[in-house]
């Protein structure tokens, strides 16, 4: 049996003039493309730029809701009430939809961005409001999420799909948590160490952690951030590692 995983990535983020990421180079390396829905990032006209690149390239596109935090890119905390966090998810889901359509494609999965993320992979509350929003939506739809989470954990007793999802160029604890932003060595830089780590991770079953012991996570897809400075040259580079080891890049949708 052939290995597989997908390699998706943040993108739709730029405005106007102002441009976040290089999209289209990342779009011929990734098979999921996370687009932004306008509440932590993204322009119509920027996000349905992002999205008719995507469908050019077969790549598949989610919707990466996110909580409505323009100043500070959806990396602060919120305490958003249950019902307005899922009016909140079911408007973006929807805009996106619209987007996508006009651009000859479609939404085929959710994937919470930045604290919301991070909030609901151990918030009972908020997790359960942002299923419900993606439910009320299209229950068809597969939930992105950190790999061994409790939101993927809630959405798989509601009958959804769930993609557990490991990163790329972040450190982990033994317990298969993130290394926070604010800690010394929590993201990587070195292309090389980011690519046979990620090599790890698939054959492996996991990856190394910062204090020294092999962790397991069992994850579907690897998210490749396209913001760095070495953003495009890190992701070619796993692609390439891993296609050279015989593993294929696919979307976990077809």
């Known amino acids: 049996m052939s290995v597989r995983i997908d390699l998706n990535s943040d993108l739709g983020e730029g405005f106007g003039q102002w441009t976040m990421g290089n999209d289209e180079a990342i779009l ?11 509440f932590h990032a993204g322009s119509p006209a920027g996000i349905l730029k992002t999205l008719r690149a995507a469908q ?30 899922t009016a909140d998810v079911i408007y973006q889901i929807g805009a996106l939809q619209g ?6 494609t479609a939404v085929r999965y959710v994937k919470p961005h930045g604290a919301l993320y991070n909030t609901i992979a151990h918030d009972e509350r908020q997790a359960l409001a942002v299923i419900e929003g993606i439910l009320a939506v299209d229950a068809s ?29 972040r450190a982990y604890h033994a317990d298969g948590t993130l290394v926070s932003r604010g800690e010394a060595g929590a993201v990587l830089h070195d292309v090389e160490q980011i690519a046979k ?9 996991g990856v190394m952690s910062v ?3 092999f962790t397991a996570i069992k994850a579907d897809s690897i998210c490749v951030h396209g913001d760095g ?19 294929a890049v696919r979307s976990f949708v077809d």
């Open 28 to 38: 011929r390396i990734v098979s999921s493309a996370n687009v932004a829905c306008g």
């Open 56 to 85: 050019v390239r077969g790549v598949r596109v989610g919707a990466h809701v996110s909580y409505p935090d323009l100043v500070g890119f959806g990396r602060r905390n919120m305490d958003v009430a249950s019902d307005e966090l």
């Open 99 to 104: 987007l996508a359509k006009a651009a000859g």
């Open 141 to 169: 739809l597969p939930l992105v999420g950190l790999a061994g989470s409790r939101v993927l954990e809630l959405a798989g007793k509601k009958g959804m799909t769930t993609v557990s999802e490991a990163f790329a160029d």
């Open 197 to 205: 780590r990620m090599l790890q991770l698939v054959s492996e079953g």
């Open 211 to 213: 204090e020294g012991t």
């Open 229 to 247: 400075l070495r953003a495009v040259e890190i992701a070619q580079r796993i692609r390439a590692l891993l296609e050279d080891k015989g593993i």
